[in-house]
């Protein structure tokens, strides 16, 4: 018996811990293209730009705790599957024989394709190399343009602008986070941003990029040292493909999170499954899905099989403001909105009809808290108890 | 460096140095402690790195935040009222000695 996880990110990493936490006592190998251990990838876009924490902070496990578990990593690209013969072609010629095989191969960021995207200051941010890189190169920048107003994009904006670096926010569409958040909240983030110095330019459409500028709409150009670019990723879904398994938006699973093979799983940013958050099947890219999906089909693997059932959940931190998502706002029809913006302290909650789909809170770690179990539980609760700060979140679960 | 020791619920002793400024939780988990489980990776977003200080260390706490608090409320295994986050005690060298029990389940 044996075990072979291709993606060494959150979700790999922690499909092999939760195999050994559950007594799997089989060979596991986790296969990964990064150097060194395992890491989080929250980090690199807060506190690692600002030099609050280091790679070691951000590794998930000492090099040591894959020796004591017993958990293979191997350094390298897988080239195919074979799932005939059910083996995993490595690009080094080598093989690796599995009974049971974890898709957990993440996302790789969505390029830009304007003129001039060459240049060498160019730069987008997934990995720790990445990270490190632009860290370095902020040192020396003084103009910063960021493309794409989602939450990468403002995270970084964040911490340059922390830096004290000119800060740049290019967005295509009429409001920032457009795509997760409701206009409430992406206006209070505009408000932020631009309190703190940042010039966020709204249903602007980046024309080319020069050696030190960006080009905008009609002959408006904006100088830029470096032009940081996060505008959405792209799922890794073409190994599965190749080996005739089905995706779309994602490696297509069923609600155990395993493909029509039976023997292979997938998981994280790269699946797209059922959900019961939402109408329709669902690819989320989160620390939350990485990690409960992990847990989910490791105990499938270990003869526990459960539908997949984790509310998600999602965070973001950009300056000292803390945005935290439970639920899956998709389709929603109406808002209402508890406490008050001007505060910096509010939530929002999404209905989809009668039921409660979702919550954002800004600086109310209680009601995202509260929001998990009430959305999980999928607990009855009406809009006015929701905006009524009188009422208490939690005397709706009992 | 400073030696924070954590205290298994089954009464397993482990003493590490831990480096100034890293969490009590990353000297956990750096050092393969059992008991922590630090899901969200010290993020302050899942409560599994929950541990009870030993009470004549908690004057020399940093306050309990927001976050904290909530999060504290949603621990798997009672809140006390020497409950911490391990990812929110960052170790200075005043806490040098400082011992930590981990509780019985962190999920």
Request: proline share 5%.
């Amino acid at each position: 018996m044996a075990v072979v996880i291709i993606g060494g990110g959150q979700g790999g990493f922690q499909t092999a811990a939760s195999l050994r936490a559950e007594g799997y006592q089989e060979r596991i190998t986790l296969i990964g293209d990064e150097p060194g251990v395992p890491y989080q990838r929250p980090p690199l876009s807060k506190g690692f730009l600002l030099g609050k924490q280091e790679q070691r902070h951000a590794e998930l496990r000492p090099a040591a705790f894959y020796e004591m578990q017993r958990i293979t990593l191997v350094k390298g690209r897988v080239a195919a599957i074979d799932r005939a013969s059910r083996r995993v072609a490595l690009d080094s010629g080598d093989h690796i024989q599995y009974d049971t095989l974890v898709l957990a191969t993440g996302a790789r960021n969505r390029q830009l394709s304007h003129e001039g995207v060459a240049y060498e200051n160019v730069l987008y941010l997934r990995t720790l190399g990445e990270a490190a890189e632009i860290r370095q190169r902020l040192e020396a920048a003084n103009d910063v343009v960021v493309i794409g107003g989602g939450f990468i994009g403002l995270e970084v904006a964040a911490a340059a602008r922390t830096l004290s670096k000119q800060v740049t926010v290019i967005e295509a569409q009429e409001r920032l986070m457009a795509r997760v958040v409701a206009p409430v909240v992406s206006e209070y983030f505009r408000i932020e941003h631009e309190a703190k110095g940042v010039d966020v330019l709204l249903n602007a459409t980046l024309r080319g990029i020069g050696e030190k500028e960006v080009l905008l709409g009609e002959r408006t150009r904006r100088p830029a040292d470096l032009v940081i670019a996060g505008i959405g990723v792209v799922p890794n879904v073409e190994l599965a493909i190749e080996a005739g398994l089905p995706a779309g938006n994602g490696i297509t699973v069923d609600k155990y999170l395993r493909t029509p093979d039976e023997r292979i799983y997938a998981i994280g940013d790269c699946a797209e499954c059922p959900s019961l958050f939402a109408e329709t099947c669902v690819r989320l890219e989160s620390v939350q899905n990485a990690v409960d999906q992990a847990t989910c089909v490791a105990k499938a693997i270990v003869g526990h099989s459960a539908p997949y059932a984790a509310v998600p959940w999602f965070w973001t931190d950009q300056y000292d403001i803390h945005l935290q998502m439970a639920g899956l706002p998709a389709g929603f029809d109406h808002v209402v909105t508890r406490g008050n913006p001007e505060t910096r302290k509010f939530s929002v909650f999404y209905f989809r009809g009668e039921r409660l789909c979702a919550v954002d809170s800004v600086n109310r770690p209680a009601d995202h808290l509260a929001a998990r179990k009430l959305i999980g539980a999928r607990t009855a609760l009406n809009p006015d108890q929701a905006m009524d700060e009188d009422f208490d979140l939690k005397t709706a679960l009992n | 460096m400073p030696k924070i020791t954590y205290i298994s619920d089954a009464g397993v002793s482990r003493t590490i140095d831990v480096p100034v400024g890293d969490t009590v939780m990353e000297g956990a988990v750096q050092n393969g402690v059992d008991g922590i489980v630090a899901e969200c990776g010290g993020n302050c977003q899942c409560a599994t790195c929950h541990v009870y200080v030993e009470e004549k260390f908690l004057p020399l706490l940093d306050p309990i935040g927001e976050d904290q608090d909530a999060m504290l409320d949603t621990t798997a295994s009672p809140r006390k009222s020497n409950s911490r986050l391990s990812c929110q005690i960052h170790v200075k060298p005043e806490l040098d000695g400082l011992v930590v029990h981990t509780p019985p389940t962190q999920q």
